[in-house]
Every structure is written in structure tokens, then in C-alpha cells.
């Protein structure tokens, strides 16, 4: 197996060393298996296209793609809706996550946010694109942030993370006229009180849409509002190099 990597993210690998390197699906089936069956410090290689999730990661990990790992969930979203990928650490340490796609499944009424939990010290994102799902396809569908942690220090680099966007009919509840939900567009990243630094990534806020279709006899029946988007970031402090972040 040649492991494809970035040069910054084989410099933190060759920094210290692991207990174990597990395979997926060489070692395991899933990678939730080789999650659960991991030591602490594990490194799992994820060789597979196949999408693994959703996941839930309780103790300090490293997880690779090679070349890419396709991780969260897929299809139409039924209730309850599972957080693609949760954190559910122990209390510290340092969960790393490179060369992945993570996505989860669409148009859900309430969508959860992508990668969510917390429990550990630091999250590292590494050559990675995090992305929200369309919504709104039923006329009643509400994003969510694409990162909401409750982890002290986040660090990105080389990655894309778009926000989640929303999109409802409002028709049904008495029109633009009438009285309108207050659904929001979502930040990016939602950490309060995190420290996020950003190293030659984009990152950019979901948008926000509100329509109105009387008859859905389209086109020429359907009415929008755009208003403005979520934030890139909410955090108690944001150190860039490098890249775009966009509200």
C-alpha cells in the first residue's frame, strides 16, 4: 500500500508514533469496526470508496484516506437524522481526520450539523472537504452548520467546509406577506469559545433562501428571497494564513 499524503500532514505523522495502524477494509469491514476495536493513538487507513457512517469516534484517533476516504451519510434523510460523523471523546486528546469527503444525506426538515460532539483537546482537518447537504426539495428544509464542536482548538488546512443552507416554502404559512419562519443560514464552523486556526483553506457560510410557490405550477410561480448567509466561523478567536473565509 503507497499512502498518499500532503507534506505538511506527513511531517505531524512523522512527529511521534502510533500504536497501531489498522486498514479498512484490509484489517476491518467498516470503519466503524476498526474505530471500535482501535487503542487510542490508532492511525486507521481507509482504502476503500466505499462510504463509511455514520461513525461515532470516542477516543483519540488518526483517520486517512488513501486516496480518499468517503465518510458520513447518503440518500434521502428520515427521522431521526444521525450526525454523519460524532465526537464522543473521553475528555482529551487529539482526533485527526485527512483526506476525507465528508457529506451527509439531503433535504432532511432539521438537518444535523456534519461533523459534531466534542470530548477531545484538538481536532485536526487535514486536505479534507466537510459539505452540507442541499435542502428544501419538500419546501420545509433547514440546514445546519458543517462543523459545530464544542473542542478548544480546531485546526484546518488545505481543506474546503461549506455551512448548510436552508430553504423553505413559506406559502404555507401565510405567504411573504404573511408571517415568515425564521430560518437561518448556518456558519461554517460552529465552535464558540474554540480557537480555529485556518491554513490555506476555504471556508465559507450556507445560504440562506426563502420561496414561495402558490401553485408549483412552474415556471413564473415561485417567488424567492435571498437574504444573507451564515458566517464563515463562530469562535472565540480565528488565526488565517493563507485562503478565504466567507460569510
Not at 511531517?11 to 476495536?37: K, M, N, W
Not at 404555507?172 to 406577506?177: E, L, P, S, V
Request: with cysteine.
Amino acid at each position: 500500500m503507497k499512502l498518499l499524503v500532503s507534506a505538511s500532514l506527513a511531517a505531524i505523522l512523522a512527529a511521534g508514533s502510533t500504536p497501531a495502524q489498522i486498514e479498512v477494509p484490509g484489517d476491518y469491514a467498516t470503519l466503524q469496526a476498526a474505530i471500535t476495536a482501535a487503542a487510542p493513538g490508532s492511525t486507521i487507513v481507509v482504502t476503500t470508496p466505499v462510504l463509511q457512517g455514520p461513525l461515532v469516534v470516542d477516543k483519540p484517533l488518526t483517520i486517512i484516506g488513501d486516496p480518499v476516504a468517503n465518510l458520513g451519510t447518503e440518500g434521502l434523510c428520515f427521522s431521526p437524522i444521525p450526525v454523519p460523523v460524532d465526537l464522543a471523546g473521553p475528555g482529551g486528546g487529539t482526533v485527526v481526520l485527512a483526506q476525507v469527503n465528508l457529506r451527509q444525506c439531503f433535504d432532511g426538515g432539521f438537518m444535523t450539523e456534519v461533523l459534531g460532539g466534542g470530548g477531545f483537546s484538538e481536532l485536526h482537518i487535514y486536505d479534507s472537504t466537510i459539505s452540507t447537504s442541499l435542502t428544501g426539495l419538500s419546501g420545509s428544509g433547514a440546514g445546519n452548520a458543517a462543523v459545530k464542536v464544542s473542542v478548544p482548538y480546531i485546526l484546518v488546512s488545505g481543506s474546503t467546509i461549506t455551512g448548510g443552507a436552508d430553504g423553505i416554502d413559506i406559502c404555507t404559512f401565510g405567504g411573504f406577506g404573511g408571517v415568515q419562519i425564521p430560518y437561518l443560514a448556518y456558519p461554517a464552523i460552529d465552535a464558540p469559545g474554540s480557537l480555529v486556526t485556518v491554513l490555506d483553506s476555504f471556508v465559507q457560510g450556507g445560504s440562506h433562501f426563502n420561496y414561495c410557490c402558490v401553485s408549483c405550477a412552474c415556471p413564473g410561480d415561485i417567488s424567492a428571497v435571498v437574504s444573507s448567509g451564515g458566517a464563515g466561523i463562530v469562535a472565540g478567536e480565528v488565526l488565517v494564513a493563507g485562503g478565504a473565509i466567507m460569510g
